[in-house]
T-cell receptor
Framework: GQNIDQPTEMTATEGAIVQINCTYQTSGFNGLFWYQQHAGEAPTFLSYNVLDGLEEKGRFSSFLSRSKGYSYLLLKELQMKDSASYLC??????????WGAGTKLIIKP | DSGVTQTPKHLITATGQRVTLRCSPR?????VYWYQQSLDQGLQFLIQYYNGEERAKGNILERFSAQQFPDLHSELNLSSLELGDSALYFC?????????????FGPGTRLTVL
């Protein structure tokens, strides 16, 4: 079967750094997305990785290791507005997006 | 604003009833996806259409059906509604169905079944 694992919830302090992990087992791999979703709102695109390595975009970075079936999202200089759920989604061999359950990130002052 | 529109924004109805949710994709996007998200749960993929044809099916109940029209807008029909159908229903669209297919989400329709 297809499986994507993320921690259910994480807590971090304003101004700090947090790393949200995602491990996957899917039938094929054609890329990995990270989305941000604030409570009651639509998911919005954060990053896309298809090659191994780190992609940096401002305060957010995303890393991929295809051989390990592993990705992480790194958030730096955390702000209160970063409190949200972070969704990992893998594109499988049929080009379908397989979604993780999401990680709820709580930022404390 | 993602460019994807969904109506209505909120819908309150009773058990046993039938409702229709509507989605207009971004201009130029051929692919439409429907998702269900219950309170504090992850996104559950329901169904995908590409240029009017059903492309993929997820965990969609037999009481639910969808279609994509020639102008590319899509409708999700939910019938014989149950309390457990209360959820946020998102529509998303993308340009293509393969390769880099970033999905753009609409604001969602919040369905409450009483």
């Amino acid at each position: 079967g297809q499986n994507i694992d993320q921690p259910t919830e994480m807590t971090a302090t304003e101004g700090a750094i947090v790393q949200i992990n995602c491990t996957y087992q899917t039938s094929g791999f054609n890329g990995l997305f990270w989305y941000q979703q604030h409570a009651g709102e639509a998911p919005t695109f954060l990053s896309y990785n298809v090659l191994d390595g780190l992609e940096e975009k401002g305060r957010f970075s995303s890393f991929l290791s295809r051989s390990k079936g592993y990705s992480y999202l790194l958030l730096k200089e955390l702000q209160m507005k970063d409190s949200a759920s972070y969704l990992c989604a893998v594109v499988d061999s049929n080009y379908q997006l397989i979604w993780g359950a999401g990680t709820k990130l709580i930022i404390k002052p | 604003d993602s460019g994807v529109t969904q109506t209505p924004k909120h819908l309150i109805t009773a058990t046993g009833q039938r409702v229709t949710l509507r989605c207009s994709p971004r201009s130029g996007d051929l692919s439409v996806y429907w998702y269900q998200q219950s309170l504090d749960q992850g996104l559950q993929f329901l169904i995908q259409y590409y240029n009017g044809e059903e492309r993929a099916k997820g965990n969609i109940l037999e009481r639910f059906s969808a279609q994509q029209f020639p102008d590319l807008h899509s409708e999700l029909n939910l019938s014989s509604l149950e309390l457990g159908d209360s959820a946020l229903y998102f529509c998303a669209s993308s340009v293509v169905t393969e390769a880099y297919n970033e999905q753009f989400f609409g604001p969602g329709t919040r369905l409450t079944v009483l």
